[in-house]
């Protein structure tokens, strides 16, 4: 298997690190095989959309999730660095609230895991970065849902200095305390 799933502090959430072939002439490395994925989560899904986006330092993308049509992302980056962040937004679990954030790079070529269930944003941590993501379900904009990224009782840590640059959605995210949740 090319694939290695490392867990987090919330079992759900994966780190997957592809087996990278490197040489004088560059790397290679399979970004997405399905049976190592499967065998490496214990999740059978169906990928239904790729999405890549482009942002610059201090950019924060997230938190979001949509409360239908729940979305499981497998997301890695492909030029520069950021910081990955999924929270549990399952009212019965028992890490609900509970977050989880990992560096992920062009250099490091590691992939996050964050199945349905779960709030998921990034902030850009190089000068900028072009980050890719396959999710499980298509994007509807009437379920989308954001948590506030600097809500004190998630209290995400996250890696910078001054504001970071919001969408508008972003900006008005909801508390934990006032947002819709999974059951």
């Known amino acids: 298997m090319s694939l290695q799933a490392i867990p ?6 994966l780190i997957l690190e592809p087996t990278v072939f490197g040489d004088s002439r560059g790397f290679f490395y399979e970004s997405f095989n399905q049976r ?13 959309q790729d999405n890549h986006s482009r942002s610059a330092r201090n950019v924060l993308r997230g938190l979001h999730y949509q409360i239908e ?19 549990d937004m399952r009212k019965n679990s028992p890490n609900f609230g ?23 944003g990034f902030v850009v941590t190089s000068e900028e970065a072009e980050f890719l993501y ?36 972003d900006a008005g995210g909801k508390p934990l305390a006032d947002a819709d949740l999974f059951d």
């Open 8 to 13: 987090t502090s919330l079992p759900e959430v």
């Open 36 to 48: 190592d994925f499967e065998q490496a989560t214990g999740q059978r899904c169906t990928f239904v």
């Open 69 to 87: 049509h729940s979305q499981g992302k497998l997301v890695r980056v492909v030029a520069g660095e950021v910081f990955d962040v999924a929270v």
């Open 98 to 120: 509970k977050w989880v954030g990992v560096s992920l790079s062009a250099e490091n070529k590691r992939q996050l895991w964050v199945p349905q269930g779960f709030a998921h």
């Open 134 to 169: 396959k999710v499980t379900d298509y994007w509807y904009p009437e379920h989308e849902r954001s948590l506030i990224w600097n809500d004190p009782d998630v209290a995400i840590e996250w890696p910078i200095e001054g504001s970071p640059i919001l969408a508008a959605k």
